[in-house]
């Protein structure tokens, strides 16, 4: 059985445990925890091998933010980060951690670190701050998975994304 850690990145409200919610149990509640740090398991098959998927969803990441962030970043073998995109903050935000990942990562990771941005709440473009063009070139100079998505109206994109991410991490623990 492999064990699988993902950490969720993102500014507070982009909508992290939306779409982890989302992926886990299909469904969009509207209202998550937010006070608390969290950490989900779930067993599940994908190209019929057993994983053990662990998640952690951190609370806010805004002001006292160092100490959360750096934990999963030692954690974590992947990484969604997630924006939204009728918020250019949390897009700008998004692209300072994709950055701190990468840093910390350098030194220990001889493959690329497997990585997915979303930018979420893609129902909300009637007020887009950020163009789906700017998510997709970010992704690219990180070289990571991308996708807009809407936690509150889609579980398919989510899903597929997760389960690419999923298999890029086997992937490069089949090398360590
Ligand atoms: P987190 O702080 O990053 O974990 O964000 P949450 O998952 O708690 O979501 C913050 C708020 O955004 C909540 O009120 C959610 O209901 C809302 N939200 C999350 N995803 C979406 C989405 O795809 N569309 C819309 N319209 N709202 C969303
Ligand atoms: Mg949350």
């Known amino acids: 059985m492999n064990d699988i850690k993902l950490a969720l990145l993102g500014s507070e409200g982009a909508g992290k445990s939306a779409v982890l919610v989302r992926f886990l149990t299909k469904r969009f509640i509207g209202e998550y925890a937010s006070n608390t740090n ?99 070139s970010l992704a690219q100079e990180n070289k990571c998975l991308f996708q807009e998505v809407s936690a509150a109206e889609n579980y398919l994109e989510i899903s597929n994304l997760f389960t690419k991410l999923i298999r890029h991490v086997m992937e490069q623990l089949k090398h360590r």
């Not at 897009?91 to 990585?115: D, H, M, W, Y």
Request: negative net charge; glycine residues 6%.
């Open 38 to 136: 969290s950490l989900y398991h779930k067993r599940l098959s994908i190209d019929g091998r057993q994983l053990n998927l662990e998640v952690f969803d951190p609370c806010s990441q805004s002001e006292e933010s160092k100490c959360i962030l750096e934990e999963p970043l030692d954690w974590a073998d992947g990484f969604v980060v997630v924006y939204t995109i009728s918020d250019r903050t949390s897009f700008l935000n998004a692209k300072n951690i994709l950055a701190q990942i990468k840093e910390s990562r350098r030194e220990t990771c001889k493959g690329e670190v497997p990585i997915c941005l979303m930018g979420n709440k893609q129902d909300l473009c009637h007020s887009r701050q950020v163009s789906d063009e700017e998510g997709r």
